[in-house]
Nanobody
């Protein structure tokens, strides 16, 4: 069993900052990818930022230069530092991890429960 627990969402004024955290726990052999997605009302879920193991980070064009993703592999935790927030960043933010639970199993996708980020103008 694997759990992803997110924290750090909330209400902030435009121009402000928030830091999201997501910790993976449970039966984990290895993690291939960790990232953040978001879904605004009436819109599809979209990738905000991702950080694969041993690979380059990638960002949505809309957040480049404002958001920074980082990962603590020892703690199975991923962070998203969000600066210069805009009202259009308002959404539910979801953490995703691609995890292999045992050495002889395939990688699978796991999602957090989501955390609300609201940016007021």
């Amino acid at each position: 069993q694997v759990q992803l627990v997110e924290s750090g969402g909330g209400l902030v004024q435009a121009g402000g900052s928030l830091r999201l955290s997501c910790a993976a726990s449970g039966s984990i052999f290895s993690i291939n990818f960790m990232g953040w997605y978001r879904q605004a009302p009436g819109k599809q879920r979209e990738l905000v930022a991702g950080i694969p193991s041993g690979g380059r980070t990638n960002y949505a064009d809309s957040v480049k230069g404002r958001f920074t993703i980082s990962r603590d592999s020892a703690k199975n935790t991923v962070y998203l530092q969000m600066n210069s927030l805009k009202p259009e960043d308002t959404a539910v933010y979801y953490c995703k991890a691609v995890i292999k639970r045992l050495s002889n199993t395939a990688y699978g996708d796991y999602w957090g429960q989501g955390t609300q980020v609201t940016v007021s103008s």
